[in-house]
């Protein structure tokens, strides 16, 4: 079974759908973010505040979340109950 996390502000994401989580600052990512929302693919939980994490999903949507991708991460792999840090 999947498990789910907490990207803030009462938003949930499924872990198993997760391809990778990014930072927003580089930009190839902000592009892919742009070309994302134009198509309506992009999924916006920041509740108006600074995107901070891009999580790229398996159906090629993006979502949005104002937490740090470490924290997104560290989350994801306690859930996981994977501790093996890199």
């Known amino acids: 079974m999947n498990k789910l996390i907490h990207i803030g502000f009462g938003n949930i994401v499924n872990t198993?759908?997760?391809i990778a989580i990014v930072s927003p600052d580089s930009?190839?990512?902000?592009?892919?973010?742009?070309?994302?929302?134009?198509?309506?693919?992009a999924i916006d939980a920041t509740q108006g505040r600074k995107t901070k994490a891009v999580l790229v999903m398996e159906n090629n949507q993006l979502v949005l979340s104002a937490l740090l991708p470490e924290t997104i991460?560290?989350?994801?792999?306690?859930?996981?109950?994977d501790t093996d840090e890199t």
């Not at 930009?27 to 198509?39: G, H, L, T, Y």
């Not at 991460?73 to 109950?81: D, F, I, L, P, V």
């Open 27 to 41: 930009a190839p990512v902000k592009r892919m973010v742009q070309n994302a929302k134009e198509s309506g693919m």
């Open 16 to 18: 198993g759908k997760i």
């Open 73 to 81: 991460a560290n989350r994801a792999q306690a859930e996981s109950g």
